[in-house]
């Protein structure tokens, strides 16, 4: 498995794919923040705090993680090598797990940059150092789970097609329905009676939860059941191969 996550690592970092998902992702983050003018520029609030990147980043994750993980599998189905894969002495589930912790880790790379602004905020607050502390990593925290909500996602699309425009799509439509979705059904009106228990169905509940800067434990069983449940339909997804 580990020799499989080395190759799928070196795969995104020798090629251009990697490199320019963390450039538009800080890019389009680092312009909302602190260039284009509006609610969510930080210098024209004139409040040291990162609410709004917490807001932002799920939006562009949306964008950015399925075109991480569209070629995961699709390239394998549509090059004919997912058959070898397939029968070399590894299991379903550490050629699943393989290609999630390499999507994973790209999403790190891609956040790790943004620490910056934090200690930029903290330096630049009047008092110093004046920023809700545990309210932002609780946010960092939250955001991790949320990409590794979307990754898990991503490998689900790509596993259904051979082709990788046909899995961005899908992996879209389902990140932007699992994040926005259940809001939206649970506002109708039909829906009332039991509006709580759907809201709870969707991420969005459970990351701002998280934004609070209170890491329940609800929250992350809720997205560690999440992921699980996707990296299983896909490896069921590869188990159904051999049928």
């Not at 898990?152 to 979705?181: K, P, R």
Request: proline letters at 3%; glycine letters at 8%.
């Amino acid at each position: 498995m580990y020799a499989l996550l080395r190759k799928e690592i070196s795969s995104f970092l020798s090629s251009l794919t990697g490199y320019i998902v963390i450039t538009i992702f800080l890019l389009a983050v680092g312009l909302f923040l602190w260039v284009f003018p509006g609610d969510f520029n930080i210098l024209d609030a004139g409040f040291t705090s990162l609410e709004s990147l917490f807001i932002i980043a799920p939006w562009v994750f949306m964008f950015l993680i399925p075109a991480i993980t569209m070629r995961s599998f699709a390239e394998e189905n549509r090059n004919g090598t997912i058959e070898l894969l397939l029968t070399r002495p590894i299991t379903e589930w550490h050629i699943v797990t393989a290609k999630y912790l390499a999507g994973l880790i790209l999403v790190v790379l891609s956040l790790l940059p943004t620490v910056v602004y934090y200690f930029s905020l903290q330096a630049l607050g009047n008092p110093p150092e004046n920023i809700d502390t545990g309210a932002t990593w609780g946010s960092y925290f939250g955001l991790l789970f949320l990409g590794g909500a979307y990754v898990s996602i991503g490998l689900f699309a790509s596993s259904l097609t051979e082709n990788q425009i046909v899995a961005f799509i899908l992996a879209f439509f389902l990140c932007f329905f699992c994040y926005f979705g259940f809001d939206a059904i649970g506002g109708l009106s039909v829906f009332r009676p039991i509006d709580g228990l759907i809201y709870d169905l969707g991420i969005n509940a459970h990351f701002a939860s998280m934004s609070r800067g209170v890491l329940d434990t609800r929250d992350i069983l809720y997205f560690l059941s999440f992921i699980f449940i996707f990296l299983a339909l896909t490896r069921f997804r590869l188990l159904s191969r051999k049928w």
